[in-house]
């Protein structure tokens, strides 16, 4: 059973960092794409970065190329989304995606795995 843990969520103030944590469980990731999207309340779900198996492409939503950067560690099964200069529209449930197609070119990630969520706050 595959399953894909969220972490380091949290409530933050404009300006503030956070750092999220997505650990994977059940098969290996090393060899595919993962992201994050993130859903607001009353908005639809948002694509907010992925990164190719190698780490060598990589996409970012338009509001937050220059703020956030994804990575990962294939030996750990884990993806990271660090985010920096955290604003009030940053606002949201952010959730790690594992797995499926991922389509930079036209930003499109259609993931098969899915995490829980971790909330992310950000007070103005």
């Known amino acids: 059973q595959v399953q894909l843990v969220e972490s380091g969520g949290g409530l933050v103030q404009a300006g503030g960092s956070l750092r999220l944590s997505c650990t994977a469980s059940?098969?290996?990731?090393?060899?595919?794409?993962m992201g994050w999207f993130r859903q607001a309340p009353g908005k639809e779900r948002e694509l907010v970065g992925a990164?190719?198996?190698?780490?060598?492409?990589?996409y970012y939503a338009h509001s937050v190329k220059g703020r956030f950067t994804i990575s990962r560690d294939n030996a750990k099964n884990t993806v990271y989304l660090q985010m920096n200069s955290l604003k009030p529209e940053d606002t949201a449930v952010y959730y790690c995606?594992?797995?499926?197609?991922?389509?930079?070119?036209?930003?499109?990630?259609?993931?098969?795995?899915w995490g829980q969520g971790t909330q992310v706050t950000v007070s103005s």
């Open positions: 995606a594992a797995g499926g197609r991922l389509r930079i070119g036209v930003a499109k990630y259609e993931a098969d795995y």
């Open positions: 990164i190719t198996w190698s780490g060598s492409y990589t």
């Open positions: 059940g098969r290996t990731f090393s060899s595919a794409s």
